[in-house]
């Protein structure tokens, strides 16, 4: 069949176009990282220690994923997809801050992309650009799995 026509971020592996996703962010050299001392001050939990060097446009990538698939997304619905897990014991704000600063701090930065925009009733929404952006990498994504099966 005819690939690469009308292909959308909803057609692929969430987990593959992320990968892609946060691979052409980073080439592009564009999205804004924060400096580490701040990164390490957001993320005190492991999950988002700084083994992978990547792990921001990674998060980046699945952000902007989540919020193109929904919109209107703010800080506090991304801070549940994030933190789901972690709410047991006495102490579950801790991590609440951090994943809100780290889900705010990679908004900031995708909106200085212009690939997210606020959204008239609060949280983000998908720019043209970032859909087409996101679109784009998606068709690439199924053109890779094309050759490789």
Request: with cysteine; proline share 5%.
């Amino acid at each position: 069949s005819g690939h690469g026509h009308g292909v959308t971020v909803k057609d692929v592996n969430p987990h593959d176009f992320v990968k892609a996703f946060s691979a052409h962010l980073k080439r592009q050299g564009k999205l804004k990282v924060p400096d580490w001392v701040d990164l390490v001050k957001t993320a005190k939990r492991k999950e988002l220690a700084p083994y992978d060097p990547d792990w921001y446009y990674t998060r980046a990538a699945s952000i902007l994923r989540h919020i193109y698939l929904r919109g209107g997304v703010g800080v506090g619905a991304l801070t549940k997809v994030y933190g789901g897990r972690k709410r047991r014991g006495s102490k579950p704000c801790h991590f609440e801050k951090a994943s809100s600063s780290v889900a705010r701090k990679v908004m900031q930065s995708l909106e200085q992309l212009n690939l997210i925009e606020q959204h008239p009733n609060g949280g983000r929404k998908i720019t043209p650009q970032g859909r087409k952006d996101l679109d784009l990498i998606a068709g690439q994504v199924v053109h890779a799995e094309d050759k490789s099966s």
